[in-house]
């Protein structure tokens, strides 16, 4: 079955310093992967995602994230942390599943000043 | 701007009293899904509808009812909440199902049940 694993449910990083969160998938086929932030008490945003065009993706707020077919990982990065990125960071996948996103479950970025 | 609108954005109910959720989106997208959120857990899928087409996952308690009576609107019916539904409700649309088309996600109805 199809699985997506975050490792790490929560990340420390000082302001200023390099944010890097994990994700790896398994997947029989390369997969469609998504990030998504999500603040308290808020939906989920899309930051950015891959679609077979480019390895390197560029996102939002800074964000970018490399797919390596294989490593099977799509790590999100970020530079230089910013307080406003503190929130919740879903990565996830869809792979012939008709629309169903497949989620890992959850990395929690907290940034400190 | 084109957008995914939930309301309420809390709502408390009574253990076993009805309570109606509601979406509704400008994006004039085909799919809609409404998602259960529990505290630092990812989305848990409940159903999505296809145009009308109604889609069940096949862990949704019947509990969990939906309704989407034209493209803009999208209900969530729990027909008697119990403690165990209190959580995140998030509803998201997409232009078609499944692979580039990423969801647009609400900004989600908080439940608490008493």
């Known amino acids: 079955a199809q699985s997506v694993t975050q490792l790490g449910s929560h990340v420390s990083v000082s302001e200023g310093a390099l944010v890097l969160l994990r994700c790896n998938y398994s997947s029989s086929v390369p997969p469609y992967l998504f990030w998504y932030v999500q603040y308290p008490n808020q939906g989920l945003q899309l930051l950015l995602k891959?679609?077979?065009?480019?390895?390197l993706v560029k996102g939002i707020n800074g964000f970018e994230a490399e797919f390596k077919k294989s490593e099977t990982s799509f790590h999100l990065t970020k530079p230089s942390a910013h307080m406003s990125d503190a929130a919740e960071y879903f990565c996830?996948?869809?792979?012939?599943?008709?629309?169903?996103?497949?989620f890992g479950q959850g990395t929690e970025l907290s940034v400190k000043p | 701007d084109a957008m995914v609108i939930q309301n309420p954005r809390y709502q408390v109910t009574q253990f076993g009293k009805p309570v109606t959720l509601s979406c509704s989106q400008t994006l004039n997208h085909n799919v809609m899904y409404w998602y259960q959120q529990k505290s630092s857990q990812a989305p848990k899928l409940l159903f999505h509808?296809?145009?009308?087409?109604?889609?069940n996952e096949a862990d949704t308690p019947d509990n969990f009812q939906s309704r989407r009576p034209n493209t803009s609107f999208c209900f969530l019916d729990i027909r008697s909440p119990g403690l165990g539904d209190a959580a995140m409700y998030l509803c998201a649309t997409s232009p078609r199902a499944g692979g580039v088309y990423e969801q647009y996600f609400g900004p989600g109805t908080r439940l608490t049940v008493t």
């Open positions: 509808y296809y145009d009308k087409d109604f889609n």
């Open positions: 891959y679609t077979s065009a480019a390895t």
């Open positions: 996830a996948s869809e792979g012939n599943q008709g629309g169903k996103l497949i």
